[in-house]
């Protein structure tokens, strides 16, 4: 007997074995059965996604990062998905360019064209709060927001929307013939339910509890950058609520709005279009935003929110199983 029909035999017999061990495996169609037995088991990489050029540095000046030595990047729609290992982490990281369209874009092509267990995404964010959050300071919020979708009503309207431009006349409050902007929903599709209206998109709690424990413990976050350091030591903080818009907010009045109105301690530009993005394909994710200033105050540390925002990703990651897929 030729050697190749001998593998063939141990391999029927092995299937015979384990077929009364698994009810799934089809008995009809053992030829299928050997070609998935040799099936290489395909890693899942963590999608590490990143929106601006201050953001990637961060990623590169850590040298944490080791691109991939056979196969180091893909281009899709314009972007470069850089593969290869943060830590020892498989990952592939992608800077999608800034504002929500850009965000949503490039998130999806990455869980469009690679095998990806979570989305990380890190950035840069003002904070509405001073008295909670500082520059330097890292926040993982439980819940981000669009803040920029708006249904204009006018000044006269019975409807007012929540923001009445009149309220901020100066030097008196008065009417205003902007009228007032009522907050509107988003639609979030999702392949398993149907459509529905949101305000709030929820970072998984699986995940969320995971980073509660680890990140606040053991983290030194950085303090100066170029000479230039910090007002107070830097904290991660876990819970609050994020703002998204298109539209970078540094007004002190449109800032104390988004607090008072919706609790909302950070305004950004991308945290909301990757929860949307990662909900809709179903996938866990978690938004990690650096405290870059607080909004209507002078005095901005981008690369120092994009250091710290990165040490608590990367950190994150670190935590993560290594997924496959396992053979079908
Ligand atoms: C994703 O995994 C599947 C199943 O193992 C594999 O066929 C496919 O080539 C993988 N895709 C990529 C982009 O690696
Ligand atoms: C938005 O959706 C929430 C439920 O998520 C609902 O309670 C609220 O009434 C909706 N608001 C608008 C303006 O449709
Ligand atoms: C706003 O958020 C803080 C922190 O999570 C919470 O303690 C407070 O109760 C919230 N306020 C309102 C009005 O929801
Ligand atoms: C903030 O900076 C601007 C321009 O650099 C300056 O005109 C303004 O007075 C500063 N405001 C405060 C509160 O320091």
Request: hydrophobic share 40%; with cysteine.
């Given at each position: ?13 092995l ?50 990062f ?17 593969i ?47 008295n ?40 008196l ?5 902007l ?12 392949p ?9 998109l ?17 983290l ?24 998204t ?16 109105k919706?609790?909302?301690s ?6 909301a279009a ?9 996938k866990?994710?978690v ?10 105050v ?31």
């Amino acid at each position: 007997m030729s050697r190749i029909n001998m593998a063939v035999l141990l391999v029927l017999g092995l299937l015979l074995v384990t077929a009364k061990q698994s009810t799934q495996m089809s008995l009809r169609n053992p030829s299928a059965e050997i070609e998935s037995s040799n099936c290489k088991l395909a890693t899942l990489r963590v999608g590490l996604v990143l929106a601006s050029d201050t953001n990637e540095k961060a990623l590169l000046d850590s040298g944490l990062f080791t691109p991939d030595s056979d196969n180091p990047y893909v281009d899709h729609v314009g972007r470069r998905f850089n593969i290869g290992k943060l830590g020892s982490t498989p990952i592939v990281y992608v800077k999608t360019g800034t504002f929500s369209v850009n965000v949503a874009t490039g998130v999806q092509t990455l869980l469009h064209e690679f095998n990806i267990s979570e989305i990380v995404f890190f950035g840069n964010a003002g904070s509405l709060n001073k008295n909670v959050l500082v520059p330097g300071d890292v926040l993982v919020p439980e819940a981000v927001a669009f803040t920029g979708v708006w249904e204009w009503e006018e000044f006269e309207a019975q409807n007012k929307g929540q923001l009445a431009f009149g309220h901020f006349n100066y030097p008196l409050n008065g009417e205003n013939t902007l009228g007032t902007a009522a907050y509107e929903n988003i639609t979030l599709y999702s392949p398993t339910e149907d459509p529905k209206e949101v305000f709030w998109l929820p970072v998984p709690l699986p995940w969320y509890e995971a980073a509660t424990e680890q990140l606040t413990k053991d983290l030194k976050l950085k303090e100066c950058h170029s000479g230039r350091c910090l007002p107070r030591t830097s904290k991660v903080i876990l819970g609050l609520k994020a703002s998204t818009s298109d539209f970078y907010v540094k007004n002190k009045a449109y800032g104390d709005f988004l607090l008072g109105k919706f609790n909302a301690s950070t305004a950004d530009s991308a945290s909301a279009a990757v929860a949307l993005t990662a909900l809709s394909n179903e996938k866990p994710f978690v938004v990690i935003q650096g405290v870059s200033n607080v909004v209507g105050v002078n005095g901005s540390y981008p690369e120092l929110a994009s250091q710290n925002a990165f040490q608590v990703a990367a950190a994150f990651i670190s935590l993560l199983p290594t997924q496959r897929l396992a053979c079908e």
